[in-house]
């Protein structure tokens, strides 16, 4: 078994794995997401991906890109941090950053079989929806129900310290 650290790829060699993945007809799952203080929800969702096809590739938000997405204060952890925390879950086989808003440029570039969201979205909201209909990439929705919240976990937290 890899190491979470060794999990953590650029794009190129992200792209170099995937080809020879694809050469021994592996089926290539994309999820995404920021993962700020990973709970049992973001496992729940990425083993779900997993089971959508044989290798798991996680687009993680960077800084820059968390923060305009979730405001002030967040990320709460680095994405260096975040990053080794995502790979360190069984079930990811890769860890790429990524800076846009959406995945959609990344799903052009790696040409996953399927784009995992979780269960707080549906086939309508996904954002990459349209880029993943263009490319022939299936959409799965996968996870349990969403009752799990960073932004909840956070408030619990800070109302406990009050």
Do not use: C
């Not at 729940?44 to 590739?57: K, M, S, T």
């Amino acid at each position: 078994m890899r190491r979470a650290a060794e999990k953590i790829v650029t794009r190129k060699v992200l792209l170099d794995r995937l080809a020879e993945h694809r050469r021994l007809g592996q089926r290539i799952v994309l999820a995404n997401g920021i993962f700020d203080m990973l709970h049992v929800g973001h496992v729940r969702y990425l083993e779900g991906a997993r089971r959508e096809g044989d290798v798991l590739v996680v687009a993680l938000n960077s800084d820059n890109s968390a923060r305009i997405l979730k405001g002030p204060g967040r990320p709460i952890l680095p994405e260096e941090a975040r990053a080794q925390l995502v790979a360190a879950v069984r079930a990811v086989d890769y860890v790429v950053l990524f800076s846009s808003l959406d995945v959609g440029e990344l799903l052009a570039e790696i040409h996953p079989d399927v784009h995992a969201k979780g269960t707080d979205y549906t086939a309508e909201t996904v954002p990459e929806r349209d880029v993943a209909a263009r490319l022939g990439i299936r959409v799965a929705i996968v996870g349990d129900p969403k009752h799990h919240s960073t932004r909840e976990l956070l408030a619990r937290i800070r109302s406990s310290n009050g």
